[in-house]
């Protein structure tokens, strides 16, 4: 059984800096793209930032140039690095993964991790 674990969310002031990581936890053969979501209250959920097996990224407009989307294929983790935040940047962010657990099940499926709550004070 596969589990997405987040960790990294909380308070900031606007202008400051997080950093949100997420942990493929369980049996993981591969994982292909790794994306970070965002969901305000009364908003639809929406992409922020993906990162596919190759390493090619693609972001959200209103990130680009601010946050920064990595991951460790060795420890099944991707980080999402958030600079000079505002306040609009505040939300829930959702971790996400197509993942091929293995060990006979050789489907791709697609995950999710529990949500981790962004607030930016401005």
């Known amino acids: 059984q596969v589990q997405l674990v987040e960790s990294g969310g909380g308070l900031v002031q606007a202008g400051g800096s997080l950093r949100l990581s997420c942990a493929a936890r369980?049996?993981?053969?591969?994982?292909?793209?790794m994306s970070w979501y965002r969901q305000a209250p009364g908003k639809q959920r929406e992409l922020v930032a993906a990162?596919?097996?190759?390493?090619?990224?693609n972001y959200d407009d209103s990130v680009k140039g601010r946050f920064t989307i990595s991951r460790d294929n060795a420890r099944n983790t991707v980080h999402l690095q958030m600079n000079l935040l505002k306040a609009e940047d505040s939300a829930v962010y959702y971790c996400n993964a197509d993942i091929v657990p293995g060990e006979g099940n050789w489907v791709p499926r697609n995950y999710w991790g529990q949500g981790t709550q962004v607030t930016v004070s401005s």
């Open positions: 369980g049996t993981v053969f591969s994982i292909n793209a």
């Open positions: 990162i596919r097996s190759g390493g090619s990224t």
